[in-house]
């Protein structure tokens, strides 16, 4: 199973490298369905006056689609870049990235829950990428994972076994652009 990748239709700066590593993860990691590039963080405003933070991935005109876990939508994975954009020293650009990834334990090894075997299979798709990627830290546990982002309205059960979910970090750098 290939799995579908969303990307900007005109993928410009740190678009590029998340659409690079987003393909190369559809192409190489069976288990997902959905494959999201540079999500946006969204603060939304409840009727009630109360705020939650979703991952969101802009559609046409005001439309998103939350990128929370769905066992209706299968195995999902998306990146947020965390602020600044750095200018380094030799001349290029790097942002942390943060790639979210969630799935069905029983798709990835339908013998045993192997994480392990999940990890492995993103942090090689992210190799295999060709984007410019330094992976700094790999997260399992929910909380450390959908950390900033409120899923108290996700069920309960997509956040337990068979369900997983991963967070790797790390910084996506690119060359400087030719104009600024």
């Known amino acids: 199973m290939s799995a579908t990748v969303h990307t900007k239709s005109d993928p410009r700066l740190f678009d590029v490298p998340c659409e690079a590593v987003g393909r190369s993860l559809a192409s190489n990691v069976g288990w997902l369905s959905e494959v999201y590039g540079k999500a946006e963080v969204i603060t939304h405003v409840l009727a009630d006056g109360s705020r939650k933070v979703y991952p969101d991935w802009p559609l046409e005109g005001n439309e998103y689609v939350q990128l929370l876990p769905d ?7 998306f990146f947020y870049l965390e602020e600044p954009m750095e200018h380094r020293y030799d001349e290029r650009w790097r942002s942390r990235f943060n790639l979210i ?48 982002f409120d899923v108290s309205e996700v069920d309960a059960r997509l956040m337990m076994q068979p369900f997983f979910a991963l967070r790797v970090t790390g910084y996506f750098y690119i060359d400087p652009p030719c104009a600024y």
Do not use: T
């Not at 066992?71 to 994975?77: H, K, Q, S, T």
């Open 101 to 148: 990834v969630w799935g069905d334990m029983r798709e990835v090894s339908p013998s045993e829950r192997n994480i392990e075997l999940a990890k492995e299979q993103v942090l090689r798709a992210v190799r295999l990428s060709r984007a410019w990627v330094e992976v700094e830290d790999v997260y399992e546990r929910p909380s450390s994972v959908w950390r900033g």
């Open 71 to 77: 066992d209706r939508v299968g195995g999902l994975a």
